[in-house]
């Protein structure tokens, strides 16, 4: 159960689109299309903003898309704004019945 | 308006054992599997364990298996975390979350107990 890996810190400025990889393995992002992607503010909970690689739950903008290629998530944030400035992480079953997180990504908007 | 809302967190002492509760309300709490996950200071997401609706069903993360049960009282629509055999590195916020549906996606979190494991 090794934690997924993200960068550590990206940034981007206000209207530009900024990547945020998520790599495993084919024991869970590859193996299966249950990727999850997580927003969240200091002291506060996550929230959902991506489920099953691509889906986006309701009150979600479409700024916010995911994808996935072999063993790599993606969530990519399009027009980019202040208020998108947190910490992403991004989830994935695995084949053991378990769920394993990545260690996280600060996104700063500059 | 789905409410998830935990209690029980404190200060334990290392080798000492806790029981957080998590009290569900606004949706239909046994057709969900429901979550725990933790959050270390400053660090970032960890899961815990599961409890598939009826909680036969349950899976745990290898840093708690042996030491942390996860039950559900669907009459009560309450969900528990018994911790046994703490230790400093258990110290986190946990959360409760429910999955959207089997997926391992959590779509509804609550605010959070503080487990602080210190001698």
């Known amino acids: 159960q090794s934690a997924l890996t993200q960068p550590a810190s990206v940034s981007g400025s206000p209207g530009q689109s900024i990547t945020i990889s998520c790599t495993g393995t084919?024991?869970?992002?590859?193996?299966?299309?249950?990727v999850s992607w997580y927003q969240q503010y200091p002291a506060k909970a996550p929230k959902l903003m991506i489920f099953e690689v691509t889906n986006r739950p309701s009150g979600v903008p479409d700024r916010f898309s995911g994808s996935k290629s072999g063993n790599t998530a993606s969530l990519t944030i399009s027009g980019l704004q202040a208020e998108d400035e947190a910490y992403y992480y991004c989830s994935s079953y695995t084949t053991t019945n378990t769920e394993v997180f990545g260690g996280g990504t600060k996104l700063t908007v500059l | 308006q789905v409410q998830l809302v935990e209690s029980g967190g404190g200060v334990v002492r290392p080798g000492g054992s806790l029981r957080l509760s998590c009290a569900a309300s606004?949706?239909?709490?046994?057709?969900?599997?429901m979550h725990w996950v933790r959050q270390a200071p400053g660090k970032g997401l960890e899961w815990v364990a599961v409890a598939w609706f009826d909680g036969t069903d349950k899976y745990y993360a290898d840093s708690v298996k042996g030491r942390f049960t996860i039950s559900r009282d669907n009459s009560k629509n309450t969900l528990y975390l018994q911790m046994h055999s703490l230790r400093a590195e258990d110290t986190a916020v946990y959360f409760c979350?429910?999955?959207?549906?089997?997926?391992?996606?959590?779509?509804?979190w609550g605010q959070g107990a503080l487990v602080t494991v210190s001698s």
């Open positions: 084919s024991s869970d992002v590859g193996g299966y299309n249950y």
């Open positions: 979350a429910k999955d959207t549906g089997s997926d391992y996606s959590l779509d509804w």
């Open positions: 606004g949706f239909s709490f046994s057709d969900y599997g």
